[in-house]
């Protein structure tokens, strides 16, 4: 999506000079989204990987729990529910 559109048709440009601009709000959304999916499927995998060594209690990858979004803390802490369920 095009967020600012700096030449018309026609225009004399200097090399370097910013032509367009991108809005990239979009992208970042999906960006998000697809970030969340993974951190929730990781949280899912140690889950099973402690249910399926008979763990005491989940080993989740450090950097899933140093991930400072929202729902990866929320994907820790629903499988850290159902494991102890």
């Known amino acids: 999506i095009i967020a600012e559109l700096n030449a018309a048709n026609g225009d004399i440009v200097k090399a370097g000079k910013v032509l367009i601009r991108l809005d990239n709000t979009q992208a970042k959304a999906q960006l998000d989204l697809i970030q969340n ?41 629903a499988q850290r529910d159902v494991f102890a369920a």
């Open 37 to 77: 999916r993974i951190a929730s499927r990781e949280a899912l995998a140690a889950r099973l990987r402690a249910e399926r060594d008979g763990k005491a209690e989940i080993e989740f990858d450090p950097a899933l729990l140093a991930n400072p979004a929202t729902a990866a803390k929320d994907a820790v802490t």
